[in-house]
């Protein structure tokens, strides 16, 4: 009877009141409340229909409480109600039904509770299936994070313009979880690395989402995989703030005919080669807004400097049409020349002493495997230890790219050519090859080690012709998945480089283009 007499009542505010249990006649005085906020108490439990009395209910705060189990339809007669605040409970499943009788709500924040699934298997009752007003949906910051989304997870879900996935300590997503959002236009899942663990995404997890307007991914990545935005033609507004991402190029932000704003403040990319094409579209874009983009550094070989003052000057020319027209030239009468004096002078090259072991030719995509991987393998774990040349670290910065290129693979035992999908299209690491193999004639030994990150089928190769003869006729090593089998990789490399076997037809992989 705490309500008597308030019968015309439409806002009850309730916070902070040490609430711990109501029922349904907690509120039947009240059938004209219109919001009610039963938020910062201590309330654990709703049972089946524990606000049938308060029909015209529009907006329910019941954050900050102790919400562990809800019953079946105790929500089902607020058929009005447009906002359902949930936040900050222990909530980690839903009963079937959970939602039943909430045809209109539009606001649902489930942030901060203990949702979490273990596998993506279809669940048998989705739990917003019969949310099909809802525009808005809240699942940030779940204790242990949301770790994987069933795949009809959204199921229901038609009319959601806004979901937030952010401030989870690990989201894995495939590529049907969105499927069901077609009208989706915010999507925020920031802020989801944990230590050494990234975002985990399919590369056609977006594709369905036509009309996403807004998408925030920041501070859970290390790289982008191409193609996997190209599907959202209405995007505006991109943010990719205080990842690690170190290269963008064209293939990443294909088809956006409608971005406005591109944020990637915080990230730490690399004046190379391979971000020539996004700082030059950076400056010359008039439609598109880069927040920042004067104070974005950079870092090249000992010195950090600003993206903007990159000189990319020597990326611009077409190394396939400097090599057509200059191999029958001067790389033939090189190998002529070379071939006459390694006849006539055979101790030339045997008595040469050289600087490193290995030079690693590799593209920037791949660098956080080599100097996690590749280096502390080699210069500092296992018997023998290797000395490697590396670009940022090794290469004088007073030298022209070219001849630091030159002079590294002159003064390097072998090369290690490390090989991935990025690899192919690079055109740097082109060159580099074409001059290890031509070093491989030079000194008639097996000077080229190929190590493949991952499995690159052989029509790819096709466009690659030296790479092609390189692979047909040297042995190459491919990285493991399994954790056991890096051994046995390592004692690969090792042997690798210390041998010196002859080549024959080396003369083959120099005129190849």
Same mark, same amino acid.
């Given at each position: 009877?705490?309500?008597y007499?308030?019968?015309s009542?439409?806002?009850l505010?309730l916070?902070?009141?040490?609430?711990?249990e109501?029922?349904?006649?907690?509120f039947?005085?009240l059938?004209n409340?219109?919001s009610?906020?039963l938020?910062?108490?201590?309330?654990?439990?709703l049972?089946?229909r524990t606000?049938?009395?308060?029909?015209?209910l529009?907006?329910?705060i019941?954050?900050?409480?102790?919400?562990?189990?809800?019953?079946?339809?105790?929500f089902s007669?607020?058929?009005y109600?447009y906002?359902?605040d949930?936040a900050y409970?222990?909530?980690?499943?839903?009963q079937?039904?959970?939602f039943?009788?909430?045809e =209109?709500?539009?606001?649902?924040?489930?942030?901060?509770n203990k949702?979490?699934y273990?596998?993506?298997?279809?669940l048998?009752?989705?739990p917003?299936?019969?949310?099909?007003?809802?525009k808005?949906?809240?699942?940030?910051?779940?204790?242990?994070?949301i770790?994987?989304?069933p795949t009809?997870?959204?199921q229901?879900?038609?009319?959601l313009?806004?979901l937030?996935?952010?401030?989870?300590?690990m989201?894995?997503?495939d590529d049907?979880?969105?499927d069901s959002?077609?009208?989706l236009?915010?999507?925020?899942?920031s802020?989801?690395k944990s230590?050494?663990?990234?975002l985990?995404?399919?590369i056609?997890?977006?594709?369905?989402?036509?009309?996403?307007?807004?998408?925030?991914?920041?501070n859970?990545l290390v790289?982008?995989t191409?193609?996997?935005?190209?599907?959202?033609e209405?995007?505006?507004?991109?943010?990719?703030?205080?990842? =690690?991402?170190?290269?963008?190029?064209?293939?990443?932000?294909e088809?956006?005919?409608?971005?406005k704003?591109?944020d990637l403040?915080?990230?730490?990319?690399?004046c190379s080669?391979?971000n020539?094409w996004?700082?030059n579209?950076?400056i010359?874009?008039?439609?598109v807004?880069?927040?920042?983009?004067?104070?974005?550094?950079c870092?090249?070989?000992?010195?950090?400097?600003l993206l903007?003052?990159f000189d990319?000057?020597?990326?611009?020319?077409?190394?396939?049409?400097v090599?057509f027209?200059?191999?029958f030239s001067?790389v033939l009468t090189?190998?002529?020349s070379?071939w006459?004096?390694?006849?006539m002078?055979?101790?030339l090259?045997t008595?040469?002493e050289f600087?490193?072991d290995?030079?690693?030719?590799f593209t920037?995509t791949?660098e956080?495997?080599?100097?996690?991987e590749?280096v502390p393998?080699l210069e500092e774990?296992?018997?023998p230890?290797f000395k490697?040349?590396?670009h940022?670290?090794?290469?004088?910065?007073d030298i022209?790219?070219f001849?630091n290129?030159?002079?590294?693979?002159?003064t390097s035992?072998?090369?290690?050519?490390?090989v991935?999908?990025h690899?192919?299209?690079?055109e740097?690491c082109q060159?580099e090859?074409q001059l290890?193999?031509?070093?491989m004639?030079?000194?008639h030994e097996?000077?080229i080690?190929?190590?493949?990150?991952?499995e690159i089928?052989?029509?790819?190769l096709?466009s690659y012709h030296?790479l092609?003869k390189l692979?047909?006729?040297q042995?190459f090593?491919t990285?493991?998945?399994?954790?056991?089998e890096?051994?046995?990789?390592w004692?690969?490399?090792?042997?690798?480089?210390?041998n010196k076997?002859?080549?024959?037809?080396n003369a083959?992989l120099?005129?190849?283009?």
């Amino acid at each position: 009877m705490a309500f008597y007499g308030l019968y015309s009542l439409k806002e009850l505010n309730l916070a902070g009141c040490w609430i711990v249990e109501i029922d349904k006649y907690s509120f039947a005085q009240l059938p004209n409340l219109e919001s009610l906020d039963l938020g910062y108490n201590n309330i654990r439990t709703l049972k089946c229909r524990t606000f049938q009395f308060l029909k015209k209910l529009q907006v329910l705060i019941l954050s900050q409480n102790r919400l562990k189990d809800i019953e079946e339809n105790a929500f089902s007669d607020l058929n009005y109600l447009y906002k359902l605040d949930l936040a900050y409970n222990i909530l980690s499943s839903f009963q079937a039904g959970l939602f039943l009788g909430l045809e =209109n709500l539009e606001v649902l924040n489930l942030s901060f509770n203990k949702i979490s699934y273990e596998t993506t298997r279809t669940l048998p009752f989705p739990p917003f299936m019969n949310l099909k007003s809802v525009k808005q949906l809240n699942l940030e910051g779940q204790i242990h994070g949301i770790q994987v989304v069933p795949t009809n997870f959204f199921q229901g879900l038609n009319g959601l313009q806004e979901l937030l996935l952010g401030k989870n300590p690990m989201v894995f997503l495939d590529d049907l979880q969105f499927d069901s959002l077609i009208n989706l236009t915010k999507l925020d899942i920031s802020g989801t690395k944990s230590g050494d663990r990234s975002l985990s995404l399919n590369i056609s997890l977006f594709q369905k989402l036509k009309r996403l307007k807004m998408l925030r991914l920041e501070n859970n990545l290390v790289s982008l995989t191409p193609g996997m935005f190209s599907g959202l033609e209405s995007l505006q507004v991109f943010s990719l703030r205080f990842n =690690n991402l170190r290269v963008i190029n064209q293939s990443h932000l294909e088809n956006l005919k409608s971005l406005k704003y591109f944020d990637l403040y915080g990230n730490k990319l690399q004046c190379s080669c391979d971000n020539a094409w996004f700082k030059n579209w950076s400056i010359n874009t008039a439609n598109v807004h880069i927040p920042y983009l004067r104070s974005y550094t950079c870092q090249q070989p000992n010195i950090q400097s600003l993206l903007i003052d990159f000189d990319d000057s020597m990326c611009n020319f077409d190394l396939g049409k400097v090599c057509f027209f200059c191999s029958f030239s001067l790389v033939l009468t090189t190998m002529v020349s070379s071939w006459f004096i390694a006849k006539m002078t055979p101790s030339l090259w045997t008595e040469k002493e050289f600087i490193y072991d290995a030079f690693v030719s590799f593209t920037a995509t791949d660098e956080q495997w080599v100097y996690e991987e590749l280096v502390p393998a080699l210069e500092e774990g296992g018997q023998p230890t290797f000395k490697l040349c590396l670009h940022h670290r090794d290469f004088e910065p007073d030298i022209d790219i070219f001849e630091n290129i030159q002079n590294a693979i002159n003064t390097s035992q072998k090369t290690l050519c490390v090989v991935s999908n990025h690899y192919l299209h690079s055109e740097w690491c082109q060159l580099e090859v074409q001059l290890a193999s031509i070093k491989m004639f030079y000194e008639h030994e097996d000077v080229i080690i190929l190590i493949f990150l991952e499995e690159i089928p052989n029509y790819k190769l096709s466009s690659y012709h030296r790479l092609r003869k390189l692979v047909n006729r040297q042995t190459f090593i491919t990285w493991p998945d399994s954790a056991q089998e890096r051994p046995l990789f390592w004692a690969r490399i090792r042997n690798a480089l210390g041998n010196k076997s002859v080549e024959k037809d080396n003369a083959q992989l120099i005129v190849a283009q």
